[in-house]
């Protein structure tokens, strides 16, 4: 089972730029999209962007309408790792970030938690002046 671990939640103010990484314990990993979901204290989970995986080629990307143009998402198959920046950043943006591994290499049904097989523990984002 692969395992995964995010960083580089932090305190931010509005406007401003975040990195969050999500890394992986194997290779296989890269083998699958993989997503970023979020939950806000209160509110339910939700689906911020996936990656798909770019064995075959250019990986898909997919971003939740709340997210795009302000975030983007990458991976870095040598590191294990997929990326989340995070650009002008909004008080609605605070929440506990989650990382997942998908069932599939590519899904567009990215969106659904169900589709995730593995989870990170999570980092805490907080936008605030």
């Known amino acids: 089972q692969v395992q995964l671990v995010e960083s580089g939640g932090d305190l931010v103010q509005p406007g401003g730029s975040l990195r969050l990484s999500c890394a992986a314990s194997?290779?296989?990993?890269?083998?699958?999209?993989i997503g970023w979901f979020r939950r806000a204290p209160g509110k339910e989970r939700e689906a911020v962007s996936a990656i798909s995986t770019n064995r075959g080629g250019a990986a898909n990307t997919y971003y939740a309408d709340s997210v795009k143009g302000r975030f983007s998402i990458s991976r870095d198959n040598a590191e294990k790792t997929v990326y989340l920046q995070m650009n002008v950043l909004k008080p609605s943006d605070t929440a506990v970030y989650y990382c997942?591994?998908?069932?599939?290499?590519?899904?567009?049904?990215?969106?659904?938690?169900?589709?995730?097989?593995?989870w990170g523990q999570g980092t805490q984002v907080t936008v605030s002046s």
């Open positions: 997942a591994k998908s069932q599939y290499g590519d899904n567009v049904y990215w969106y659904r938690p169900d589709k995730y097989d593995s």
């Open positions: 194997d290779f296989t990993a890269n083998d699958y999209a």
